[in-house]
């Protein structure tokens, strides 16, 4: 184990392809590798606060965050500390996400597109490596309950998963956003909590944290393949 920098709480971790650890110290707006155990900085953010992040398969960072009055979301694209790319807006030059809210997780997909929930918005936003919005997914509802998406994770299959606070549910949906099915939660007995994070292996095991639990759990699921 090791403390941040600033002692307070780490906001999003990733693994890189070299296998190092990036965090997200909120606290002072920086990205963070560890190795030799030895905290690093990796980039400074100004003026924006970084709310998660991930790694892609060409080992840049992809790091989602709200300027400082919470009125704009991006992702930005950094290969070491330089600026490679900013995603914010549709081609009308509409915003992708909403603002304003720490729930936000992203990932990058085998096929390169880049998939974000945007929990205030009920939908998981995915779009092209170029940053053109391919389809947002909003699944359906029940009882006038909207999608509360945190946790994304995404297989060998290109399929994508995410966790649904509000239905206590994992969607697995495939890359062109059509639903696929659901893994209900409740109805495993032995897991009856909120799933929070997601994450999948090379055998797409799926790895799920809970809101409630502090435990993590290992869930094998079967699809066959497209």
């Not at 403390?3 to 780490?10: A, I, M």
């Not at 590798?33 to 892609?56: A, D, G, Q, R």
């Not at 549910?169 to 639903?179: A, E, R, V, Y």
Request: charged share 25%; glycine share 6%.
């Amino acid at each position: 184990s090791i403390k941040t920098k600033s002692g307070h709480k780490p906001r999003g971790i990733a693994v890189t392809k070299g296998g190092h650890l990036v965090y997200i110290d909120s606290y002072n707006r920086t990205v963070y590798t560890i190795f030799w155990n030895m905290i690093h900085e990796v980039v400074k953010i100004h003026e924006w606060e970084p709310i998660s992040l991930c790694c892609t398969s060409a080992d840049e960072l992809l790091v989602i965050m709200d300027n400082e009055d919470h009125t704009e979301t991006r992702i930005v694209r950094y290969r070491g500390e330089i600026e490679k790319q900013i995603i914010e807006s549709n081609d009308k030059g509409r915003p992708l996400y909403l603002p304003w809210h720490y729930r936000k997780f992203l990932c990058e997909n085998g096929n390169l597109d880049v998939c974000v929930t945007d929990s205030d918005a009920g939908a998981l936003v995915v779009v092209n490596q170029a940053g053109i919005l391919r389809f947002r997914y909003t699944g359906f509802s029940t009882n006038n309950q909207k999608l509360l998406l945190t946790g994304i994770a995404t297989d060998s299959q290109c399929r994508i998963l995410t966790a649904d606070l509000n239905k206590s549910c994992i969607h697995i949906i495939d890359q062109d956003g059509h639903f696929l099915r659901y893994i209900d939660m409740e109805l495993l007995v032995y897991i009856v909590y909120k799933p929070w994070s997601l994450c999948t292996d090379s055998k797409d095991n799926l790895y799920v944290t809970y809101t409630d639990t502090g435990r993590v759990r290992k869930i094998q699921y079967y699809m066959p393949k497209d």
